[in-house]
T-cell receptor
């Protein structure tokens, strides 16, 4: 079983829809990262959080440490949000990030 | 700041050839990482460094070597390339470890071994 599981693997939405991507993990962590990988391949960090909720523009990330679960929400989705969203946790045996396989989001106009 | 830079962007190697993937950062970050990304799989850690002169193996180090002679540079060496090393390679850096803040990624190197 993977230590970091994301769902869904693929997601297609219409422009304007509210999007939720889920991440569950099985290891103890001190921080969780959400990353965005553009269609061209580049990876950017969206959030790092260890508790509660963070918001940046139309993106909201939440984490529940007790349930070992995090969600990434996108409000009023837009085609430019089309990307792979990756969840990664910090707290593995080597003290480095453990990555989920990613959720591929496609937003249709 | 240029952030994290990687060269080359693309490379095709023949089986048995060697090459060095270059990575540099200008943010004075202590921690640097090399990952590989295979289709449909999550990023896997190859090697990492917590500072100049200090390197350690990650999850998939076989067939690779690294060095860290300066804070800025963290090259990845492939010896005797094999088709299993066909992948996209990402270098990343962070100030003080994966719990300290934003991890910055390079643009990636797409390597094909034929």
């Amino acid at each position: 079983k993977n230590e970091v599981e994301q769902s869904p693997q693929n997601l297609t939405a219409q422009e304007g829809e509210f999007i939720t991507i889920n991440c569950s993990y099985s290891v103890g962590i001190s921080a969780l990262h959400w990353l965005q990988q553009h269609p061209g391949g580049g990876i950017v960090s969206l959030f790092m959080l260890s508790s509660g909720k963070k918001k940046h523009g139309r993106l909201i990330a939440t984490i529940n440490i007790q349930e070992k679960h995090s969600s990434l929400h996108i409000t009023a989705s837009h085609p430019r949000d089309s990307a792979v969203y990756i969840c990664a946790v910090y707290g593995g045996s080597q003290g480095n990030l453990i990555f989920g396989k990613g959720t591929k989001l496609s937003v249709k106009p | 700041n240029a952030g994290v830079t990687q060269t080359p962007k693309f490379r095709i190697l023949k089986i048995g050839q060697s090459m060095t993937l270059q990575c540099a950062q200008d943010m004075n970050h202590n921690y640097m990482y090399w990952y590989r990304q295979d289709p449909g799989m999550g990023l896997k850690l190859i090697y990492y460094s917590v500072g100049a002169g200090i390197t350690d193996k990650g999850e998939v180090p076989n067939g690779y070597n690294v060095s860290r002679s300066t804070t800025e540079d963290f090259p990845l060496r492939l010896e005797l390339a094999a088709p299993s090393q066909t992948s996209v390679y990402f270098c990343a850096s962070i100030l003080q470890g994966a719990g300290s803040g934003t991890q910055y990624f390079g643009p990636g190197t797409r390597l094909t071994v034929l």
